[in-house]
């Protein structure tokens, strides 16, 4: 890459809904069971947001307001607003406009960006590039997903797997040798029938026939986006590595998108990174699609040091896939003691 200044996150913060849906609880709603889950995926629960007529940008302002308090800076400060999401409160205006508008952030402009599960991992990119041109100082950067809107809990085959949760970061300029360091970024649209959802968009805007087809659901091809997964996910992991003379043991830690234990497992041995170096939270969450990336960086933010080098992998719908290699620029410190204003 080689720019004059390199983008750094210098704060995560997260939301997640309290409502709780179990194993347990979905074993009453379809024909599936904990055990089944558990050895398929990884998953024990998700959180739910059940708020009536609240959303993703809901989830996304309470994220963003938690960033700014914990690095100390005022809304108005921020540059440019970027939503990871594929479940926008509206087709439009586009759900950067209410974050900023929750926000107070008076001068900041953004957009929503939809990669799916690689959505967070491209909107930490396209971020990246504006602190690197020099167009932006500071630039919130959201994954936020109300994955629970688009499911279809009669369906066992996808109802098990997605919950709702907002997580992000905060992008500055980053101090000589830390920071987003290098990316390998893909897509391919030859898959987009394994991974999407079909109605409501400008080719079968919603009408009663798509309504009663589900055709405003999730549709997985799970086996088929599975073998994809798996092997995107690792050749992009192991290309960056190699091409920035990593091994192993110089990876502190991978932070891959929690779409399935078994794919994150495949991506580490991979890596040749044991799994102590491996954010898994999707026993708690599931899959919160373009959170799942930020909610691991939030729950492991105090183990992380200043200057750890970490890879960030994802696959999703699109089909969206990628890498990236950053080194961390803080280490945590109590409350009162960190960052200042
Ligand atoms: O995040 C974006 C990218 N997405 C992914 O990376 C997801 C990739 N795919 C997967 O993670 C897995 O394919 C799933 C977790 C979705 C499914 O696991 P699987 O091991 O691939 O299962 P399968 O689809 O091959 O199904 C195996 C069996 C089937 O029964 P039969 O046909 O063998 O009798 C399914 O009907 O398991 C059955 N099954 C279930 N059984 C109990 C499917 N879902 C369930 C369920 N409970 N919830």
Not at 31 to 38: E, F, G, M, Q
Not at 219 to 229: E, P
């Amino acid at each position: 890459m080689g720019p004059e200044a390199r983008a750094a996150i210098t704060a995560v913060g997260h939301y997640l809904p309290e409502t709780r849906l179990t194993n347990q609880d979905l074993s009453e709603m379809v024909d599936t069971n904990d055990a089944w889950i558990r050895a398929r995926t990884g998953i024990e629960e998700r959180r739910i947001l059940t708020d009536e007529g609240k959303g993703t940008s809901y989830m996304a302002a309470r994220a963003g307001q938690e960033i700014l308090e914990k690095r100390g800076i005022s809304a108005d400060e921020i540059d440019a607003i970027i939503i990871a999401t594929v479940t926008p409160d509206m087709a439009f205006p586009a759900t950067s406009c209410l974050v900023q508008a929750e926000l107070g952030a008076s001068n900041a402009w953004g957009f929503d960006l939809s990669a799916a599960c690689s959505g967070f991992l491209f909107a930490l990119n396209t971020g990246a590039g504006l602190i690197e041109s020099g167009r932006a100082a500071k630039v919130l950067v959201i994954g936020s997903d109300k994955m629970s809107s688009i499911t279809d809990y009669t369906d066992r085959k996808t109802c098990v797997l997605f919950g709702d949760a907002a997580a992000g970061v905060l992008l500055e300029a980053a101090p000589d040798g830390y920071g987003l360091i290098d990316s390998v970024l893909r897509v391919d649209g030859d898959g987009w029938e394994s991974l999407c959802m079909l109605g409501g968009g400008s080719r079968h805007p919603a009408t009663h026939d798509t309504v009663d087809n589900k055709m405003h659901y999730i549709y997985q091809d799970g086996r088929a986006v599975f073998k994809v997964a798996v092997k995107g996910m690792a050749d992009v992991a192991a290309e960056i590595m190699e091409r920035n003379q990593l091994t192993g043991d110089d990876v502190r830690y991978l932070v891959p998108h929690q779409a399935n234990q078994r794919i994150i497992d495949a991506v580490a041995r991979r890596m040749g990174l044991g799994i102590d170096r491996v954010m898994l939270n999707i026993s708690r969450y599931g899959n919160t699609t373009a959170a799942t990336i930020p909610l691991c960086l939030h729950d492991w933010e105090d183990q992380l040091k200043k200057g750890d080098k970490i890879v960030i992998a994802a696959f999703g719908g699109g089909f969206t896939w990628g890498a990236s290699y950053l080194r961390w620029s803080y280490s945590h410190l109590p409350k009162e003691q960190s960052h200042g204003g």
